[in-house]
């Protein structure tokens, strides 16, 4: 009876691998360490989209390169203990680590402590998401849905809701607003 339970969770937690979106990690993008991490709760009932507002990248490397450039502004210029969002999303498809799961961002002023912040590298006033970004940004919302860092009703803003910026740029903006979970 033990080994059957054992068999079972080592189904469920391949299967939560296999289903999962894959998330590339800090140190594979040659990020550094955070100076220090303050703990983000669970069942959030809000995320939040941006836009970085700098390059867009469609390579591994090139996002790579984007990613350390952002992150050493955001600790060295800024002061701030780490890059600013939890996860990014690159012009090649895929998901970047920033601080990761509950950890508060650093993203939209009074709304870090109570939703996640994922960020589009690139300026979407004139660059178009691809429609690998969008499933790779709909596959981290789901993931984080799953593991409860979000509630399954969570409401999701762009960045102008919630502060008087621009971001995430119009394009990303309009995209958005489509979305099963955004809310006026
Ligand atoms: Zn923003």
């Known amino acids: 009876m033990a080994n059957k339970a054992i068999i079972l969770l080592a189904v469920l937690l391949c299967a939560q691998a296999v289903f999962g979106v894959a998330v590339v990690s800090k140190s594979a993008w040659g990020g550094r360490a955070p ?66 799961w509950n950890v508060v961002g650093a993203h939209a002023t009074n709304w870090n402590s109570k939703s996640i912040g994922i960020s589009f590298l690139g300026n979407y006033n004139h660059n178009t998401a691809t ?37 995430p740029g119009t394009t990303l903006w309009n995209e958005i607003r489509t979305w099963s979970n955004w809310r006026a």
């Open 35 to 100: 100076r220090s991490k303050t703990t983000l709760g669970n069942n959030l009932s809000y995320a939040v989209i941006h836009h970085t507002a700098g390059n867009y990248c469609s390579t591994r490397a090139a996002c790579a390169q984007e990613l350390r450039n952002i992150q050493s502004d955001h600790m060295d210029s800024l002061g701030w203990p780490d890059i600013g969002y939890n996860f990014l999303i690159g012009g090649d498809g895929a998901v970047y680590e920033g601080r990761g």
């Open 131 to 167: 429609s690998a970004m969008i499933n790779a940004a709909k596959g981290i919302l789901a993931d984080a849905v799953s593991r409860g860092q979000i509630v399954s009703g969570y409401i999701l803003y762009g960045h102008r809701q919630v502060s008087a910026t621009e971001c």
